[in-house]
């Protein structure tokens, strides 16, 4: 069992940043990957990034690439997404989520925390 959850977000302009986090505890987190997913009102959960436990592959949807930059420190059994260039479209509810290996989907894994609001004024 993993526990996550997160924290950081919160209301930015266009073209601001934001660090989201996600605390691990539990089984030990060094041993998942872990991704960002988001949620904006009347949309489906849909992928932002990943990283692999050992934090040799990082993956990153094309809408965020160049913007976003996902990271992970096992000694502190916390991961970070740092957000820059912000927009109003990435105004959502961002997750992070645990899983034995790395992937782009809701299904591939298995442990959540409860979200954070991202909120990007124009």
């Known amino acids: 069992q993993v526990q996550l959850v997160e924290s950081g977000g919160g209301l930015v302009q266009a073209g601001g940043s934001l660090r989201l986090s996600c605390a691990a505890s539990?089984?030990?987190?060094?041993?998942?990957?872990m991704g960002w997913f988001r949620q904006a009102p009347g949309k489906e959960r849909e992928f932002v990034a990943a990283?692999?436990?050992?934090?040799?592959?990082?993956y990153y949807a094309d809408s965020v690439k160049g913007r976003f930059t996902i990271s992970r420190d096992n000694a502190k059994n916390t991961g970070y997404l740092q957000m820059n260039s912000l927009k109003p479209e990435d105004k959502a509810v961002y997750y992070c989520?645990?899983?034995?290996?790395?992937?782009?989907?809701?299904?591939?894994?298995?442990?959540w925390g409860q979200g954070t609001q991202v909120t990007v004024s124009s």
């Open positions: 539990g089984r030990t987190f060094s041993s998942y990957a």
């Open positions: 990283i692999s436990c050992s934090v040799e592959n990082t």
């Open positions: 989520a645990a899983g034995h290996i790395v992937r782009s989907t809701v299904e591939g894994y298995r442990y």
